[in-house]
Antibody, heavy 126, light 110 residues
Framework: QVQLQESGLGLVKPSETLSLICKVS?????????WGWIRQPPGKGLEWIASLDPGWRTHYNPSLKSRVTMSVDTSKNQFSLSLTSVTAADTAVYYC???????????????????WGLGALVTVSS | QSALTQPASVSGSPGQSITISCTGT?????????VSWYQQYPGKAPKLIIF???KRPSGVSYRFSGSKSGNTASLTISGLQAEDEADYYC??????????FGGGTRLTVL
């Protein structure tokens, strides 16, 4: 059974960096799927943040691209998210998820998120 | 990068059918058959209920179905049950590549 679990600090000060880790169990992160981060501000909808493909290329939401870094640690079967210069608008539940995809030629197609973590609430406040 | 457009809320009585629309553009929903739908209960993670416009994952009730016409995708729930009361989100591939979500629809079972 594929399981994902987010971890990281739940409170981050404005202008600092938000860091989260997603630990994957029951499936290898090197085994052909993409991995992604999605967030949900309190009472609001879902927003895709970033995805990492099997070639370790990253794909970022254009609105967050200048502040986001996503990386993988294959030895620990986990991947991470870093978001710099946070403000109160970055307060949200952050989910990690597995993303089905296809590659045709040089183009990557995102299919659907089939397994999700439980989510981690990160609050930005001084 | 604009979100896909969904109605904020829909409602229906037990046993009825409801449809939730998801409107995008020719850059996303209109071009790619890569629309998925997620069900989310309060305080819980989203759950995949439809993928590739109309396919159901194993274990998802046949009462959930999806379709697409032009730039608009739709989720239909037939035989509405109290347990269907939740938030529903559509999602689509967009060609850069990126992922777009709809704003979400709150379903109330009367």
């Amino acid at each position: 059974q594929v399981q994902l679990q987010e971890s990281g600090l739940g409170l981050v000060k404005p202008s600092e960096t938000l860091s989260l880790i997603c630990k994957v169990s029951g499936y290898s992160v090197t085994n052909g799927y993409l991995w992604g981060w999605i967030r949900q501000p309190p009472g609001k909808g879902l927003e895709w943040i970033a995805s990492l493909d099997p070639g370790w290329r990253t794909h970022y939401n254009p609105s967050l691209k200048s502040r986001v870094t996503m990386s993988v640690d294959t030895s620990k079967n986990q991947f991470s998210l870093s978001l710099t210069s946070v403000t109160a608008a970055d307060t949200a539940v952050y989910y990690c998820a597995r993303l089905a995809h296809d590659v045709r030629g040089s183009e990557t197609f995102f299919y659907h998120f089939d397994y999700w973590g439980l989510g981690a609430l990160v609050t930005v406040s001084s | 990068q604009s979100a896909l457009t969904q109605p904020a809320s829909v409602s229906g009585s037990p046993g009825q059918s409801i449809t939730i629309s998801c409107t995008g553009t020719s850059s996303d929903v209109g071009t790619y058959d890569l629309v998925s739908w997620y069900q989310q209960y309060p305080g819980k993670a989203p759950k995949l209920i439809i993928f590739e416009v109309s396919k159901r994952p194993s274990g998802v009730s046949y009462r959930f179905s999806g379709s697409k016409s032009g730039n608009t995708a739709s989720l239909t729930i037939s035989g509405l049950q109290a347990e269907d009361e939740a938030d529903y989100y559509c999602c689509s591939h967009e060609g850069r590549p990126t992922v777009l979500f709809g704003g979400g629809t709150r379903l109330t079972v009367l």
